[in-house]
């Protein structure tokens, strides 16, 4: 996981048009790295760490659910899926 310092805006600026799509990106690859596995830290404090909308990180969410990286656990939070 990121610490409360690192930001990841540069990644935002590149993609400014549309932040979800660049929130998207930077998870995906954050979680093939390995950086992100198990439970991610949960909307809020994404929307923080990336400085966008919790709404522009669901968009985000929302899209790595559809492409089976991320899935919920209702009352849990969100999970990294398993390859």
Do not use: C, W
Request: proline share 4%; net charge neutral; glycine share 8%.
């Amino acid at each position: 996981m990121v610490g409360a310092g690192q930001r990841h805006s540069v990644v935002i600026m590149a993609r400014a048009t549309y932040p979800y799509l660049a929130v998207a990106d930077s998870l995906r690859g954050r979680i093939r790295a390995g950086e992100l596995t198990g439970k991610l830290p949960t909307r809020l404090e994404l929307a923080e760490e990336y400085q966008v909308s919790h709404m522009t990180v669901q968009r985000a969410i929302d899209i790595l659910k559809s492409e089976n990286v991320l899935y919920s656990v209702p009352g849990m939070g969100l999970f990294v899926a398993e390859e």
